[in-house]
């Protein structure tokens, strides 16, 4: 089942989710589809539980559509619960970014190369793991989202004053998108 997708302004994506325990969340795998679900109708390559409403140390990430570039990323389809980033390393590098609950912006994003990370699958397997380029990127703009941050949190002064207008807009539902979006500031019927 798709979920609407939580846009900016919102105050659960500024909430820092906490750790979820295995007999907490009996249902883990359904939301787990659900979210695979809303991220594939949206054509995103990660999505957090905080952008469909739920405060949880969850995400999930397929960047198989990155594979042209990085072929080792073709089966790069994971869940990570619970996860804790334990060291990011190297000379940062820029990419733009852009995020399913801030959509029509696009930013260059700063971040270091590789990224070790510990974390739990859905059958609560416990991993710990290495992670370099996109995938390592993607795990880390997921991973802000978790810890109540967004990609726009990293931009200068200047550029954050030049998209203002814009995400203000997008919190009101002012924006064109085509898939279902749940707007914190949105005026009664849009
Ligand atoms: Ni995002």
């Known amino acids: 089942m798709k979920m609407p ?10 909430k820092k989710a906490v750790a979820v325990e ?26 957090a539980a905080p952008q469909v409403g739920i405060s949880m140390r969850l995400f999930v990430v397929d960047a198989t559509p990155f594979d042209d570039d990085e072929p080792e990323l073709a089966n790069f389809k994971k869940v990570f619960l619970n ?3 334990l060291e990011e390393t190297g000379d940062e590098w820029s990419f ?39 995938a390592a990127r993607i ?17 200068s002064p200047l550029r954050k004053r030049l998209i203002e ?3 203000n807009d997008i919190s009101r ?4 998108v085509d ?3 749940k707007f914190p500031a949105a005026k009664k019927g849009r």
Not at 5 to 14: E, M, S
Not at 22 to 45: C, S
Not at 142 to 149: A, S, T, V
Not at 173 to 176: K, Q, S, T
């Open 5 to 14: 997708i939580i846009a900016y302004g919102d105050p659960v994506l500024r």
């Open 22 to 47: 295995p007999d907490e969340y009996p249902n883990i795998k359904q939301l787990v589809e659900d979210m695979f679900e809303t991220m594939y109708g949206a054509r995103g390559v990660g999505l």
């Open 83 to 85: 996860a804790q980033i």
């Open 96 to 134: 733009n970014e852009g995020c399913l609950s801030i959509p029509d912006i696009r930013e260059d994003v700063s971040r270091k190369p590789v990224v070790r990370i510990s974390y739990y699958d859905e059958d609560w397997k416990h991993h710990e793991e290495t992670y370099k380029g996109m």
């Open 139 to 155: 795990i880390q703009h997921e991973y802000d989202h978790i810890e109540g941050k967004l990609f726009t949190d990293k931009l």
């Open 165 to 167: 207008k814009k995400l």
């Open 173 to 176: 539902g002012i924006v064109d």
């Open 179 to 181: 898939y279902k979006m």
